[in-house]
């Protein structure tokens, strides 16, 4: 599913490199994990993968089902599957959520050669989902993140996910607050959208999401690589014992 071989990306406007090699393999219904200490490259190689500007690849290949990532536009990307929920979801004045939602839906459906979803049948999706989710359907007349909480932006950011059916989840996680509220809430989404023929990246802190999420495999990174990888209980050793201990054995 995803598959990333050897990924070397520097900053566009600095002689600075960032990720210096990194491999990772996430199959269909798995999910990984990453975590790290502050500016190991993290949040990098999400922006990387979405297409987020700023970065030059030097080395390696990042593939989806095959499809070169690297190559493609951001909504090409997203056409073949690939969904990134971000810390800071933007704000939208004046653009109401189902609207939004159905937008992006209906732009998916169109780069991959689909016929549009009409209103009326989008409509009963989108209900249908949210009540699944147990989101309160009057988040969908409300302009897209316009005033909403933090609970309600990832609420919503789950929806996005679920309308989007994507085959591969990122989560950047990292240095949002995230209280023990939004904690379950991100991990109940994550749980409620698994499935055998989608893959999940959750990056993040807190080894107490990990608990609710339960990942098949932990990686660590540390300046710009994955330096080890394991079960859950790596997470759990990080917690116990905070990075010292695994950097000085990979060092
Ligand atoms: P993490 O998410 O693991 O905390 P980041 O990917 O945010 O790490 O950052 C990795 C490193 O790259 C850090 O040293 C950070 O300062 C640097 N970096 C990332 N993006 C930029 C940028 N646009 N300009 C300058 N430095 C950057
Ligand atoms: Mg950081
Ligand atoms: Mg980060």
Redesign the pocket.
């Given at each position: 599913m995803l598959e990333i071989k050897g990924l070397k990306v520097k900053?566009e406007e600095?002689d600075?490199q960032?990720l210096k090699g990194v491999d990772l393999h996430v199959g269909p219904g798995e999910v990984h994990a990453i975590m790290?200490p502050?500016?190991?490259?993290?949040?990098?190689l999400s922006y990387v993968l979405s297409g987020r500007g700023?970065y030059e690849v030097t080395g390696g290949t990042a593939t989806l089902s095959g499809v070169d990532l690297l190559d493609l536009e951001p909504e090409e990307r997203a056409a073949e599957g690939l969904f990134l929920a971000f810390q800071y979801p933007v704000e939208i004045p004046g653009v109401g959520n189902m609207t939004f939602l159905r937008t992006a839906v209906n732009a998916q459906r169109k780069a991959r050669g689909e016929e549009e979803m009409s209103a009326a049948e989008f409509l009963k999706h989108v209900r249908a989902k949210a009540k699944e989710l147990k989101i309160d359907a009057d988040m969908l007349k409300r302009p897209v993140n316009v005033g909403f909480s933090g609970g309600e932006k990832k609420r919503n950011e789950i929806l996005q996910m679920a309308m989007l059916e994507p085959k591969m989840c990122i989560l950047d996680e990292?240095d949002s607050g995230l209280d023990v509220d939004a904690m379950k809430l991100v991990s109940e989404g994550v749980n409620a959208l698994r499935s055998p023929d989608r893959g999940f990246l959750v990056i993040t802190h807190y080894q107490r999401l990990l608990d609710h999420i339960k990942p098949d495999v932990v990686h660590i990174?540390s300046d710009g690589r994955i330096v080890k990888s394991g079960g859950p209980e790596l997470a759990l050793e990080v917690e116990n014992n905070g990075y010292a201990d695994i950097l000085a054995e990979t060092a």
């Amino acid at each position: 599913m995803l598959e990333i071989k050897g990924l070397k990306v520097k900053l566009e406007e600095e002689d600075k490199q960032i990720l210096k090699g990194v491999d990772l393999h996430v199959g269909p219904g798995e999910v990984h994990a990453i975590m790290g200490p502050n500016g190991s490259g993290k949040s990098t190689l999400s922006y990387v993968l979405s297409g987020r500007g700023g970065y030059e690849v030097t080395g390696g290949t990042a593939t989806l089902s095959g499809v070169d990532l690297l190559d493609l536009e951001p909504e090409e990307r997203a056409a073949e599957g690939l969904f990134l929920a971000f810390q800071y979801p933007v704000e939208i004045p004046g653009v109401g959520n189902m609207t939004f939602l159905r937008t992006a839906v209906n732009a998916q459906r169109k780069a991959r050669g689909e016929e549009e979803m009409s209103a009326a049948e989008f409509l009963k999706h989108v209900r249908a989902k949210a009540k699944e989710l147990k989101i309160d359907a009057d988040m969908l007349k409300r302009p897209v993140n316009v005033g909403f909480s933090g609970g309600e932006k990832k609420r919503n950011e789950i929806l996005q996910m679920a309308m989007l059916e994507p085959k591969m989840c990122i989560l950047d996680e990292t240095d949002s607050g995230l209280d023990v509220d939004a904690m379950k809430l991100v991990s109940e989404g994550v749980n409620a959208l698994r499935s055998p023929d989608r893959g999940f990246l959750v990056i993040t802190h807190y080894q107490r999401l990990l608990d609710h999420i339960k990942p098949d495999v932990v990686h660590i990174m540390s300046d710009g690589r994955i330096v080890k990888s394991g079960g859950p209980e790596l997470a759990l050793e990080v917690e116990n014992n905070g990075y010292a201990d695994i950097l000085a054995e990979t060092a």
